[in-house]
């Protein structure tokens, strides 16, 4: 499921308890925010909710949520590939080109965010960071 599906659905639910709760009825309300709040955790454990190992927390950013940068998603899922990286900003470049280019195909939302200190060190001011799913389907 797409970021904006699951954002959209999560959101419909909360408004649909505030509107019971607007009307009075509490219970109903309660109801809703709990199958809310689950949707939510379900999607979260799937996509973005991973830890990363403490020996590669150099490459993570903060970013918008539900999204991350190629370095942070591969740094979170697969280290190994990261081990194998001879230069991390030089050897993502072509990945975030493609992803750049799917999500513009795809209409999605590209985000600028500040980067890890690794790269600041090297001119670096920010990176781009993309939809988790894309992430995903494209290094798996």
């Known amino acids: 499921m797409l970021v904006n599906e699951t954002l ?52 993570e950013s903060v970013c918008v949520p539900f999204y991350d940068t190629v370095v942070g998603y591969l740094a979170k899922y697969h280290p190994d590939m990261i081990d194998l990286l001879s230069d991390p900003i030089a050897d993502t470049r072509r ?9 513009k195909r795809e209409g999605l939302e590209v985000h600028r965010v500040d980067a890890p ?9 920010s990176l781009n960071s993309y939809p988790v799913e894309l992430l995903k389907r494209r290094f798996g």
């Open 8 to 59: 959209r659905m999560v959101l419909t639910e909360g408004l649909r308890a505030y509107s019971d709760l607007a009307q009075g009825d509490s219970d109903a309300c309660r109801a809703k925010l709990v199958l809310m709040r689950r949707d939510l955790e379900k999607f979260l454990d799937a996509s973005n909710g991973k830890e990363m190992d403490s020996e590669y927390v150099v490459f």
């Open 95 to 103: 990945d975030a080109i493609l992803l750049s280019r799917e999500c």
């Open 117 to 125: 200190q690794i790269f600041q060190d090297e001119g670096i001011a």
